[in-house]
């Protein structure tokens, strides 16, 4: 039941772009995003649920496909601090809690 | 206003010990999660509870009981661990439940080495 996330990891340049993709096998009714920066806690970033609403950061944009069962996360104009690894956690259609995914390690270079 | 807090920080145990991770949360909220994160894994729940007085298995139970003290404070024990229970465990809590969209805040995590 645990969803795969792509790329595993990525290098980034200070400024480009990314998008971390999130899939499952099976149907979706809402998906969390996390950011995890080494050796701390993962930090609430966004979530978006059935239906089209979403609630999160304002600097933070990110898809959800629920034909497809999927979610995409979209970071511009990447800066240092993105850098961590990003976590999905959708729930599934009834299901009661979230099945991580295994994180994509974003890491931005100056 | 804390947030999580979890004690122990660190932990070394020796095959067959016991002992309990403490969570604490004072946000006021209504469910509270433990998850396991191992390496290249991502975060497996173990037990959430949804409310004060009700606790329920996650994904990952086995060797592992809760207790829900009272609205604030959610513990988990391993009565008698084992090596492949050396991870680290996160708490998290949530005001609704995280499966109806609500955040979830996660405390600094304990991590624990069993021999």
């Known amino acids: 039941q645990q969803p795969v996330q792509s790329p595993q990891a990525v290098i980034l340049r200070e400024g480009e772009d990314a998008v971390i993709n999130c899939s499952s096998s099976k149907a979706l009714y809402s998906v969390h995003w996390y950011r995890q920066k080494h050796g701390e806690a993962p930090v609430f970033l966004m979530i978006?649920?059935?239906?089209?609403e979403q609630k999160g950061h304002e600097k933070i944009s990110a898809s959800f496909n629920e034909k497809k069962q999927q979610s995409s996360l979209y970071l511009t104009a990447s800066q240092l601090s993105y850098s961590g690894t990003y976590f999905c956690g959708p729930r599934l259609t009834g299901a009661n809690n979230l099945f991580f995914g295994t994180g994509t390690r974003l890491t931005v270079i100056p | 206003n804390a947030g999580v807090t979890q004690t122990p920080k660190f932990q070394v145990l020796k095959t067959g010990q016991s002992m309990t991770l403490q969570c604490a949360q004072d946000m006021n909220h209504n469910s509270m999660y433990w998850y396991r994160q191992d390496p290249g894994m991502g975060l497996r729940l173990i037990y959430y509870?949804?409310?004060?007085?009700?606790?329920d298995k996650g994904e990952v139970p086995n060797g592992y009981n809760v207790s829900r003290l009272n609205k604030r404070e959610f513990s988990l024990r391993l009565e008698s661990a084992a090596p492949s229970q050396t991870s680290v465990y996160f708490c998290a809590s949530s005001d609704g439940s995280a499966g109806r969209g609500n955040e979830q805040f996660f405390g600094p995590g304990t991590r624990l080495t069993v021999l």
């Open positions: 978006l649920l059935k239906g089209g």
């Open positions: 509870s949804a409310s004060e007085g009700t606790t």
